[in-house]
């Protein structure tokens, strides 16, 4: 049985330069202290129990009730703003990788929803955390690939793309792997 050939891509500082959640927080809001508010202020007691039971599951929760609660505009906004973070180098890999026949993946610790916005392609997979998950797990850098061997069978990662060390499982189980420094620029990973 001939194995799907896959590139990876991670989201958030990878394919975007910005966090997608915490700058949807921020288009969400009216102004900067209602964004203090909503993305730091409100998650404050949750923050601090993260720190007591070194779970920061208790803040991300917290933030995904937030945005529950805010799906209508969510899936009313104009996603087009997110265009200018985009890193055009990884537009260019993926659209290459699709002429070559290679199923894209993108695998995130984001959102799902907002990932989906943003990226505006039937023909790209996204594993990411969705709004309507129960958040037991979360899809993140140290558990990408588990999530990777539950949702596709029978594959070859061929290309990963990361931007941090939590990328660096899903950058080693690739034939060829980049990773992404602050300015945006691929490097070579191996």
């Known amino acids: 049985m001939k194995k799907n ?9 990878t394919i975007i330069s910005k966090d997608s959640t915490k700058y949807l927080f921020k288009i969400l809001s009216s102004g900067k202290i209602h964004f203090l508010i909503t993305y730091y202020l409100q998650h404050l007691i949750p923050f601090f129990l993260m720190i007591l039971n070194s779970n ?3 803040l991300k929760r917290s933030r995904i009730k937030y945005l529950k ?12 703003v997110f265009k200018k973070y985009f890193n055009k180098n990884l537009l260019d890999s993926i659209k290459l990788n699709k002429k070559k026949g290679i199923r894209i993946v993108i695998i995130s610790a984001g959102i799902y929803e907002i990932i989906k ?12 955390n969705s709004l309507n998950d ?7 850098g140290s558990n990408k690939i588990k999530f990777l ?3 596709i069978r029978n594959y070859e990662i061929f290309e990963a793309y990361g931007n941090s060390r939590h990328d660096f499982e899903m950058l080693n189980a690739s034939k060829k792997a980049w990773i992404i420094n602050k ?3 691929l490097i070579r990973f191996k």
């Not at 050939?5 to 500082?13: P, T």
């Not at 609660?69 to 087009?80: A, G, H, V």
């Not at 129960?134 to 993140?140: A, L, R, S, Y």
């Open 5 to 13: 050939r896959l590139a990876l891509y991670d989201f958030d500082g």
């Open 56 to 58: 920061y599951m208790i």
């Open 69 to 80: 609660k805010k799906i209508d505009d969510i899936n009313s906004l104009d996603y087009t």
């Open 117 to 128: 916005n943003i990226i505006q392609d039937n023909n790209v997979e996204i594993i990411a």
């Open 134 to 140: 129960n958040w037991f797990e979360d899809i993140n």
């Open 149 to 151: 061997q539950k949702y």
């Open 183 to 185: 300015d945006g620029i």
